[in-house]
């Protein structure tokens, strides 16, 4: 297009000889084409897995403990033998919905590589008994809309998906359903809501975990677009070469989107649980470092509801079971840099903004709290802040999130992490995500709020008397 | 059940209850039972939680998270919300700690952000649940120093209800309510997160009968009823706990009154009857007896018009005529108590008179109610309902949101046997359409048809039977349910027959004698045969079917007597008219459609010198010197229960059993004669004349906010009719038979089947009544343009 | 105002009858009426309404949850610039200033000509090229003042208009499911057993 860069290509693709699980075919121009999809190994995969029985595809997938990619890292093969027996039928929901602010790679996935998700989501449904797939695609994303569309109807035409599947007496169809811009419904209930053509609210659970309760009320498998694309490669390689990258409880690679201040900022697939922070953001494979030679002050490490990390935390390795204990979360693989001219409160500013706005609406303290977080800060941030102000934010955020909240250890200030996760009044993840990041700023930094807010005089009555 | 074996003479093992689970509730243990939800659990052992959107007629949402508690877990305590959480055997449930309080005041201060505090001009004030909780749960202050959410104050979103956005905590309970229960969801949530508000699409009002309810479930003032705005402060009103007898399905309610005046209705929860819902027109017919139109003085007809005596003139003057020894006849009775009821056949009874019924011709024979009966809670229970009955959406419509939440939430299938679609035909199983006459046949069908006669056979059927067509005679209803019941012999039936008390007046001494029914009363009142008749809240002027035969019954009778709380077009024709107590006016007991006998209470005093029914039946027996010896209710509920015991027992009890106690008659079957009905012509339409919620009744038509919800009349019949006809939408046709012609307005429905034509009863507009004639079993009409 | 067009009426059926709820074609077919009229008429709702069996004031409370969809016209191009953070680390703030300045309205309005509505976005996932911004959905990245005038400009000339169809398309290619191709819907009310494949019967 002709402003600004060209669609998908980032720096970052295709550098280095690192294991490429996902991003294999992102360095070719027609990577989107069944020709060239098959012509690269495309559906190999696929054909693999129905020369197995479903069980035994199943267990392989179990076994490579094929992290959920979409944000809370549940493993692929455990969440779908969680399905109730002998309840039929069963769905397949691809959660490809991206939204989370930060977050961009399920977008590239689908426009580089629409075939890989088909055929993953073709094993899932294989494995896992389910009888349809409703793939739904977040209303913004037009050509990863058109992309989607166009492989379906390839791929329909050529016989990978629908009756008969390779003459194998698989039968499955692929729904393409695209959603209508609202963050919250890429929460997994919501978008069932969402698909049933309601309003995309959260459902409560229990009792309704999807994979027990969920689209039409069967027992329903909700899996990110990410986590899909890799089953193909693990179908042609096994388990065994899948784990044999990354550590255990981490295997395999992961999309991270480094954004912000840094040099190459850009989409990578890394290994998981061994690259650390430190190497994405400065290593010369990666992002090369802080632009402009600037200092780097803080990170957000997994996305916009993660609680932010300082310089302290970057030898931390992508592994969920040290960042917890650190004071974050790693999520859907969205690092956002800043550095040392970073206005903290006001970019604090840009994430509560965001949760505030997108709250469905559905519990009083995101619904009520996030606006409130929202008015207060953009109060500060306009200077018309008072000290008062600072310990109202804290006030509305135990209401959202009653107790402590997680966040990074600091040596400059001498305190200790307290180890993700938290408690929430809520539903969902949008109401604390709107606290995380005021309270990242203000525990975190609280000088530069300090710095914004008017001390708060108290007029005795009297004097107010006497002025009159 | 265990199977362990127990020896004779060992202590019988008691069977454990598999459900029976035991919790902790800040340390009291409690039995519970397993899907149960904890703040049930807590209610019932009188543990508050405090709740906004949690309702325990709706399904649970989660939404206002007020109800917060903490809950023992494997990882500490954790914050649950008590409405969606069930209960587990060992649960440790906490609801009282500091981190329960904070999340309690916390939730409080944020629903109070955006509320706007306009508490002094707001209609709930004083008895908001938002306040009272602020007050007993809240911080104490609110710290929100923002600008507030601003809408537009409130605005109409129905005829009958006014929301205010501002007032509103979005606690899905309206549009939960409308879409869950009352099945109109003609409001919903729109926009999202900090806007979200409740509204209805645009130029698409609130129009459910059931619009009420919402006002009464809303936990602020965001929705409020017209007819009760601004009228009382909660401090003001005084209630007592009655029975609604607006229809037979006799809703519990609470009637409320403020300075003497009745200001508000609102619904009990009775887990047997109407679990706290009501319809709007029971809700809101208030109104009428607060009328300015209502009778206040006895009137004696003199020189040929009605003029204002005492009591004694007036009741003097009746009780010669009834000395006369002239026949007396007694129509009407079922807007009244059992009492009044009761009191009227004994007077009846001391005339000698062999004349009296309390339907109008609209109903069924009272030998239903000696089938083997079902009750509301049978019918929802069953496995099969099959519906030979009206529109129960249009004419009880509680009992239509029973059945709804049964077909809907748990499996029960209803087998729908109807002229043209209902409110329920979405809801069943199998719809069966049927032109009038032809239900035998139907019948005959769904008999022959394998899956529904397999469904049949499952067992557990209840027949819900009533009057669905007014030009139609009764015994092909009649005919068709016996059809059914000797194919189904094990079902039971519950007679839907519409009027407040028709089954006590019926039970206690108003049903017809020898078969002379209305129909044959009026008819030996044309042919001069009736000395006195007296009609006794009915107006068989308007209400009568085939209204030549009143209007030469009323015209026949020597003397009319009208006993009523307005002057209706027959009480203007009586030449004796006596101001009747009305609801709310009189203590007594009600039984409803399944033979419940419940209490309905006096709350306001009778207008002017108006009397309850059973007190002028005395005061007549008194003068035509037989005097019952009844001075008192509690007198003639003993003389009742001398001759009607369960009656008598029932009224007794009603005090204290809320529920109210029921008193079936149930037998054995007795067969009805199969009726043959000639063929349609295939020029004609076979007509359907039946009720629609709102009409020219005098208790909607007397009350300001319902006067002008009746639709109107028209004549409905299928797209391809009209065009046949040749008649567009909304243009005039003359509506013709031998009898009589009428211009009415035409609607085309893909509700009516083609070859039927659907009147609405008693609407503003041209009468249909001229074409129905009593002797014919069905009626034709021919439709053609003007 | 418009109900849909026999035309998108067929492709309503087509697309409800892929979903074993009708409710469930919801959305898609709120975009079908988007695309037909530039915005969401209250026509087409209740024509919605019709076909999917819901109310009018449903299709409206699910409609108005999300934000694409428009209740009243806009521009033949939305341009909806990102503001949350990775943009705004990257200057949105001052791209959006410039971008009010350039077309002379504020956020959410619409240039006198019609031809252009602006609003401000949150996330478009596309962090890594911020700022970002979206016309009709198509891409624009690393915006700079220069190159937002550029597709002004651009715009204004119709050089863009093979690329960027008119407000309310947003995918040109739709799914098509052949008539022999297709596995078929799976309503929970058809679907009693396992599928055949799990009990072995698929093998190549
Ligand atoms: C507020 C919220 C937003 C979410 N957004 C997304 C999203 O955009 N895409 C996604 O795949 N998962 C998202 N998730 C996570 C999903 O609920 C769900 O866990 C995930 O789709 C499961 O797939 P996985 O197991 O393959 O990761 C979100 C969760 C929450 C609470
Ligand atoms: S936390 Fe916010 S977005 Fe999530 S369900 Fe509650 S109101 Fe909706
Ligand atoms: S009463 Fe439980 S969340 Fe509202």
Redesign the pocket.
């Known amino acids: 297009m002709s402003a600004g860069g060209t669609n998908s290509f980032a720096p970052g693709f295709y550098e280095g000889d690192r294991p490429r699980i996902v991003t294999s075919r992102f360095g070719l121009e027609d990577s989107h084409t069944l020709a060239r999809f098959v012509a690269t190994g495309g559906y190999e995969g696929l054909r693999r897995a129905l020369g197995r029985p479903a069980g035994e595809v199943h267990d392989e997938v179990r076994s490579a403990t094929v992290l959920?990619?979409?944000?809370?890292?549940?493993p692929?093969g455990t969440?779908w033998g969680l399905t109730p027996q002998e309840v039929w039928p069963r769905y397949l929901v691809v959660?490809?919905?991206?939204?989370?602010p930060g977050?961009y790679k399920?977008r590239l996935l689908m426009e580089r590589d629409p075939h890989q998700l088909i055929e993953g989501c073709l094993i899932a449904c294989y494995a896992a008994g389910l009888s349809q797939c409703f793939l739904y695609i977040?209303g913004e994303m037009a050509l990863a809309q058109e992309r989607v569309a166009t492989a379906l109807n390839d791929a329909y035409a050529a016989g990978y998906v629908g009756r008969n599947i390779l003459g194998s007496g698989f039968s499955v169809d692929i729904v393409l359903h695209w959603g209508a811009g609202a963050?919250?419904v890429?929460?997994?209930t919501a978008?069932i809501e969402s698909l049933e053509g309601n309003r995309g609210m959260?459902r409560l659970k229990p009792p309704y975990f999807p994979a027990a309760i969920g689209l039409y009320g069967q027992p329903t498998i909700?899996?990110?677009?990410?986590?899909?694309a890799n089953l193909p490669w693990l179908m042609v390689n096994g388990a065994e070469a899948y784990t044999a990258i990354g550590t255990p409880t981490s295997p395999g690679t992961r999309m991270v989107a480094v954004s912000g201040h840094v040099k190459r900022p850009g989409v990578y697939e890394i290994v998981n649980g061994t690259t650390t922070f430190r190497d994405l953001l400065f290593g010369e494979e990666f992002c090369g470092g802080m632009r402009d030679g600037r200092t780097l002050k803080a990170f957000v490490p997994g996305g916009g509801?993660a609680p932010w990390f300082l310089p302290d935390q970057l030898d931390l390795p992508f592994e969920a079971s040290q960042v917890g204990p650190a004071g974050s979360m790693l999520g859907?693989g969205a690092v956002m840099v800043m550095d040392d001219t970073t206005d903290i409160p006001r970019a604090a500013l840009t994430l509560t903004r965001f949760y505030a706005h997108e709250s469905c609406g559905k519990c009083t303290p995101c619904r009520e709290g996030g606006t409130w977080l929202e008015r207060i800060l953009s109060r500060i941030v306009d200077g018309k802040g008072t000290d008062a102000d600072l310990d109202q934010l804290m006030e509305v955020g135990q209401s959202i999130c009653p107790g402590a909240f997680p966040h990074a250890s600091s040596e400059r200030l001498g305190i200790n992490a307290t180890p993700f996760p938290y408690r929430m009044n809520t539903i969902?993840?949008?109401g604390p995500?709107a606290f995380a990041p005021v309270h990242s700023a203000l525990t975190l930094f609280r000088e530069e709020f300090d710095a914004r807010v008017t001390r708060r005089i108290h007029i005795p009555v009297s004097a107010v008397g006497a002025a009159q | 059940m265990s199977t362990t074996e127990t020896n004779a003479g060992e202590t019988p093992e008691v069977p454990v209850d598999p459900n029976a689970v035991s919790i902790s509730i800040n340390g009291r243990s409690v039995a519970a039972r397993k899907g149960e939800l904890i703040i049930a659990a807590a209610d019932r052992e009188g543990e508050y939680i405090p709740r906004f959107c949690y309702h325990p007629r709706m399904s649970s949402v989660g939404m206002c998270r007020q109800c917060l508690v903490e809950v023992e877990g494997p990882r500490g305590p954790m914050m649950v919300v008590s409405c969606m959480t069930p209960v587990a055997d060992g649960q440790v449930v906490r609801t009282e700690t500091e981190q329960v309080k904070r999340a309690q005041e916390g939730m409080i201060e944020m629903l109070l952000a955006n509320h706007p505090l306009d508490c002094p001009v707001c209609d709930t004030g004083g008895e908001c649940p938002l306040q009272d909780q602020a007050f007993s749960h809240g911080p104490g202050e609110s710290r929100f120093v923002e600008e507030k959410r601003h809408y537009e104050k409130p605005i109409p979103i129905s005829d009958l209800v006014f929301l205010d956005r501002e007032r509103c905590i979005l606690c899905d309970r309206c549009t939960r309510f409308a879409r869950e229960v009352a099945g109109d969801p003609l409001i919903s949530f729109t926009q999202r997160g900090n806007n979200t508000q409740v509204m209805t699409f645009p130029d698409e009002p609130f129009a459910s009968y059931f619009s009420g309810n919402t006002v009464q479930i809303c936990p602020v003032g965001a929705l409020t009823a017209q007819p009760y705005r601004f009228k009382a402060r909660p401090w003001d009103l005084e209630q007592r706990e009655s029975t609604c007898t607006t229809c037979s399905v006799g809703c519990r309610t609470v009637v409320q009154s403020s300075r003497d005046e009745l200001v508000r209705y609102q619904g009990v929860d009775s887990d047997p009857v109407n679990w706290g819902w009501m319809c709007d027109r029971g809700r809101f017919n208030f109104q009428s007896v607060n009328s300015e139109d209502r009778l206040g003085t006895p009137l004696m007809r003199r020189d040929g018009s009605l003029a204002a005596t005492s009591w004694s003139v007036a009741l003097d003057a009746v009780a010669r005529e009834m000395r006369s020894g002239g026949a007396v006849a007694v129509l009407g009775g079922s807007r009244g108590t059992n009492e009044d009821a009761f009191m009227w056949g004994l007077l009846a009874d001391a005339v000698g008179s062999t004349m009296r019924d309390a339907q109008m011709d609209d109903g069924l024979p009272s030998s239903v109610f000696s089938l083997p009966q079902a009750t509301i809670d049978s019918a929802c229970a069953a496995g099969t309902v099959v519906l030979l009955a009206p529109d129960l959406k249009e004419e009880l419509p509680v009992l239509h949101i029973r059945l709804r939440d049964a077909a809907t939430r748990h499996g029960l299938r209803i087998i729908e046997i109807a002229s043209h679609d209902t409110g329920l035909t979405p809801h069943a199983w199998r719809s069966v359409r049927c032109e009038p006459g032809a239900q035998q046949d139907a019948v005959r069908s769904v008999l022959a048809d394998a899956e529904m006669s397999a469904q049949l056979a499952g067992g557990n059927v209840v027949v819900v039977v009533g009057r669905a067509n007014l030009a139609e005679s009764a015994a092909t209803t009649m005919a068709a349910l016996d059809g059914l019941l000797s194919a189904v012999p094990a079902a039971t039936v519950l007679p839907v027959l519409r009027r407040g008390n028709v089954r006590g007046a019926l039970g206690l001494g108003l049903a017809p004698v020898d078969g002379n029914d209305t129909a044959s009363v009026l008819e030996a009142a044309a042919g001069g045969k009736v000395a006195c008749l007296v009609l006794l809240g009915a107006d068989p002027l308007s209400d009568v079917a085939d209204a030549d035969l009143a209007r030469r019954g009323i015209a026949g009778a020597r003397f009319v007597v009208a006993v009523d709380t307005f002057l209706t077009r027959s009480a203007a024709q009586a030449d004796v008219v006596l101001p009747a107590a009305a609801y709310g006016e009189k203590d007594g007991t009600t039984t409803n459609l399944e033979g419940r006998v419940s209490n309905v209470v006096q709350k306001i005093t009778p207008r002017g010198t108006s009397r309850a029914d059973w007190m002028v039946a005395a005061e007549l027996l008194h003068l035509l010197g037989k005097d019952a010896g009844v001075a008192t209710l509690a007198d003639v509920q003993r003389l009742m229960s001398a001759r009607f015991p369960a009656f008598g027992a029932a009224a007794a009890s009603v005090e204290v059993r809320r529920n109210g106690v029921v008193v079936t008659s149930g037998g054995a079957r007795q067969p009805a004669p199969a009726v043959s009905v000639t063929p349609r012509s295939s020029y004609d339409f076979r007509l359907v004349v039946s009720r629609k919620l709102y009409d020219l009744a005098v208790g909607t038509a007397q009350s300001p906010s319902m006067a002008n919800l009746a639709p109107g009349a028209a004549v409905l019949v299928h797209p391809l009719d009209a065009e046949r006809v040749g008649a567009r939408d909304g243009a005039n046709v003359k509506v013709s038979n031998s009898h009589s012609s009428v211009v009415l307005p035409v609607v085309s429905s893909g509700a009516v089947p083609r070859g039927t034509a659907v009147v609405p009863f008693n609407q503003p507009g041209a009468d249909v009544r001229g074409l129905i004639r009593r002797g014919e079993p069905v009626t034709d009409v021919r439709i053609e343009t003007v | 105002m418009a109900r849909l067009t026999e035309e998108n009426v067929r492709l309503a059926q087509e697309i409800i009858s892929r979903y074993p709820r009708p409710r469930s074609a919801m959305i898609p077919l709120l975009h079908l009426a988007q695309e037909q009229d530039g915005y969401v008429t209250e026509d087409a709702m209740a024509h919605i309404a019709g076909l999917v069996g819901a109310s009018p004031a449903e299709v409206y409370g699910t409609a108005s949850f999300y934000e694409m969809f428009k209740f009243h016209p806009v521009g033949r191009y939305v341009i909806n610039i990102c503001g949350t953070m990775s943009c705004a680390l990257a200057g949105a703030e001052d791209l959006m200033h410039h971008a009010e300045e350039k077309l002379g309205v504020r956020m959410g309005g619409t240039t006198d000509d019609g031809l252009i509505t602006l609003e401000r976005a949150e996330c478009q996932a596309a962090c890594t090229e911020a700022p970002c911004l979206q016309t009709n959905y198509r891409y624009s990245f690393r915006v700079t003042a220069e190159s937002f005038d550029t597709l002004v400009d651009d715009l204004r000339a119709g050089r863009l208009a093979d690329e960027i169809p008119p407000h309310g398309t947003v995918a040109r290619v739709r799914q098509h499911i052949p008539a022999d191709k297709g596995a078929g819907v799976h309503a929970p009310e058809d679907v009693k057993s396992a599928p055949a494949w799990l009990d072995g019967k698929a093998a190549l």
Request: charged share 25%; glycine share 16%.
């Open positions: 959920g990619r979409g944000g809370a890292g549940f692929a969440k959660n490809g919905d991206e939204s989370e977050t399920d977040r963050y919250v890429g929460e997994e978008l959260p909700v899996n990110n677009v990410e986590t899909l509801s859907s969902c993840f949008v995500s």
